[in-house]
């Protein structure tokens, strides 16, 4: 099994600040998709990087998927309260066919 | 585009108990996959079907199993039900595959007693 570790487990922070949160493993994936879920739902997906180096961004979130596709990131610029959730982090295994989900990192922005 | 739909949302079952679950993919949608999700162990990966095939197989006992029919719709059954199986039950449906933008439904939640 490629196993994914995000850090922080948990995040508090004030509406306004910045703040990243990691995904690493030691195993390559061919691409990672970043989810946040909200309680009581299914995790939405945010976005997905295939590309070594490849930056991606989503208003305020800056995705980052590293050079040897074994880590990524997610960078929030000005935290909002709606943006309060569990990310997840998820690599495609080898074989196409199944997600390999971090446990996530639960942010709390409070007003 | 009507999205996933999962039924039931909610179940109380006692231990020794079987349990079936079920999943209606959005309409187009050839794969489904189903995970488990726990406080402690994240969300883990159970199986994925593709046009009635069980193309992967994640870590479970045999308890554990599930079909999918021809109109894409799936089922997930768990046998003999421990404690430990009390979770957060999600399907997701894709065009073709989980490395594909998948699509979750809201889940069912399982309590064994």
């Known amino acids: 099994t490629q196993l994914l570790e995000q850090s922080p487990q948990f995040l508090s922070i004030q509406e306004g600040e910045n703040l990243t949160v990691y995904c690493n493993s030691s195993s390559v994936f061919s691409s990672l998709q970043w989810y946040r879920q909200e309680p009581g739902e299914g995790p939405v997906l945010l976005v997905t990087?295939?590309?070594?180096?490849e930056v991606k961004k989503l208003k305020r979130l800056t995705f980052q998927f590293g050079d040897a596709r074994k880590d990524s990131s997610l960078h929030i610029t000005a935290a909002q309260p709606g943006d309060t959730g569990l990310y997840l982090c998820?690599?495609?295994?080898?074989?196409?066919?199944?997600?390999?989900f971090g446990k996530g990192t639960s942010l709390l922005v409070t007003p | 585009k009507a999205g996933v739909t999962q039924t039931p949302r909610y179940l109380i079952k006692t231990r020794g108990q079987q349990v079936t679950l079920s999943c209606s993919p959005i309409s187009g949608h050839r794969s489904v996959s189903w995970y488990q999700q726990t406080p402690g162990q994240g969300l883990q990966f159970l199986f994925e079907?593709?046009?009635?095939?069980?193309?992967n197989k994640g870590n479970f006992p045999g308890r554990f199993s599930g079909r999918q029919f021809s109109n894409s719709r799936s089922e997930m059954n768990v046998s003999t039900l421990e404690l430990g199986d009390s979770a957060l039950y999600l399907c997701a449906s894709s065009f073709s595959g989980p490395s594909y933008e998948q699509y979750f439904g809201p889940g069912t939640r399982l309590t064994v007693t």
């Open positions: 990087v295939v590309t070594g180096g």
């Open positions: 079907y593709f046009s009635e095939t069980q193309r």
């Open positions: 998820a690599g495609v295994s080898n074989s196409g066919y199944a997600l390999n």
